[in-house]
Nanobody, 119 residues
Framework: QVQLVESGGGLVQPGGSLRLSCAAS????????MGWYRQAPGKQRELVAR?????NYTDSVKGRYTISRDNAKNTVDLQMNSLKPEDTAVYYC???????????????WGQGTQVTVSS
């Protein structure tokens, strides 16, 4: 089993910044793509940013969010700047993890961390 634990959420004023962190632990042989998703009330979960093992990334929030990872520590971070009220959501960490050299990657999710942008 693999656990993903997020931290860093909270309440921030519009225009402010937050940094989310996610640490993977457990039965890990290799972590492939890691990413962040978010789900606002009444909406579907959506991709925020994803980063491959070699550092290539895609994001849906151009210029305001930066995703990074540390393969040695099995962590992925999301730096969020210039936050807007519409960024309010539960943010989930996601990782594709294989537990052995012969097993395919499995998709794991963290429990989510609340980000609220409000004055």
């Amino acid at each position: 089993q693999v656990q993903l634990v997020e931290s860093g959420g909270g309440l921030v004023q519009p225009g402010g910044s937050l940094r989310l962190s996610c640490a993977a632990s457990g039965s890990i042989f290799r972590i492939y793509a890691m990413g962040w998703y978010r789900q606002a009330p009444g909406k579907q979960r959506e991709l925020v940013a994803r980063i491959s093992r070699d550092g290539n990334y895609t994001d849906s929030v151009k210029g305001r969010y930066t995703i990074s990872r540390d393969n040695a520590k099995n962590t992925v971070d999301l730096q969020m700047n210039s936050l807007k009220p519409e960024d309010t959501a539960v943010y989930y960490c996601n990782a594709a993890v294989s537990s052995s050299s012969s097993s395919p990657p499995y998709n794991y999710w963290g429990q989510g961390t609340q980000v609220t942008v409000s004055s």
